[in-house]
């Protein structure tokens, strides 16, 4: 069976620093991969997806950056955080075959202070 | 530019009466609709889906229905459980499986 994996759950960084933060699915392959943003009180909000390495679409402009070095692995950016950035971000995977049916990872609350 | 709405932000219902929760959007090029439920804390979880050809689609205690007409979406949970509180989410496609979010319902299932 599939899953998807998130690290770290939590993260507490200061304005101004690095972000990153890793996804990865097992059990499939060549998946399309998602980040998405729970603000709070709020709808999940689509920021990246891609449908193969390299490959990368962004929804939004922001202080973000996305990238997929593997076929499996998804990972977020950002150079420097702003307050904004504070949200819960979930990953999710879907099969090519449906891109519809999306399956989420357990998220990062993330906080800058 | 809010296009998928859940108007009402929680919902308060009897273990093992029917739990009715709504979806209101605003294109009419949305081909695909979604129910997911989410815990704190945790990811969403895949619920129910339907295409936009159909007008129900049924999975055991839980039924949604689409109205193109009223371009409306519901989502019918029979019995409720205790297990079911939870914030429900429901989400359309308009291309490729990009989803768009509603805001999220609260559901309380009370003894």
């Known amino acids: 069976s599939q899953t998807i994996h998130q690290w770290p759950a939590t993260l507490v960084q200061p304005v101004g620093s690095p972000l990153s933060l890793e996804c990865t699915v097992e059990g499939t392959s060549n998946p399309n991969l998602y980040w998405y943003r729970q603000a709070a009180g709020r709808g999940l909000q689509l920021l990246f997806y891609?449908?193969?390495?390299?490959?990368i679409s962004s929804e939004v402009p922001q202080n973000l950056s996305a990238s997929r070095p593997q076929d499996r692995q998804f990972i977020l950016s950002s150079k420097k955080l702003l307050l904004s950035d504070s949200g819960f971000y979930l990953c999710?995977?879907?099969?090519?075959?449906?891109?519809?049916?999306?399956?989420f990872g357990p998220g990062t609350r993330l906080t800058v202070t | 530019d809010q296009q998928v709405k859940q108007n009402s932000p929680s919902l308060s219902v009897q273990e093992g009466r029917i739990s009715i929760l709504n979806c209101d959007y605003t294109n009419s090029m949305f081909d695909y609709f979604l129910w997911y439920k989410k815990y704190p804390a945790e990811g969403p979880t895949f619920l129910i889906s339907?295409?936009?050809?159909?007008d129900k689609n049924e999975d055991g205690r839980f039924t949604v229905f689409l109205n193109k007409s009223a371009k409306h979406l519901s989502l019918h949970i029979v019995p409720s459980q205790p297990g079911d509180s939870a914030v429900y989410f429901c989400a359309a496609s308009l291309s490729w499986g990009k989803l768009q979010f509603g805001a999220g319902t609260q559901v309380v299932v009370t003894p």
């Open positions: 339907i295409s936009s050809i159909k």
């Open positions: 891609s449908v193969g390495i390299g490959q």
């Open positions: 999710a995977w879907s099969g090519s075959a449906n891109p519809y049916e999306q399956y």
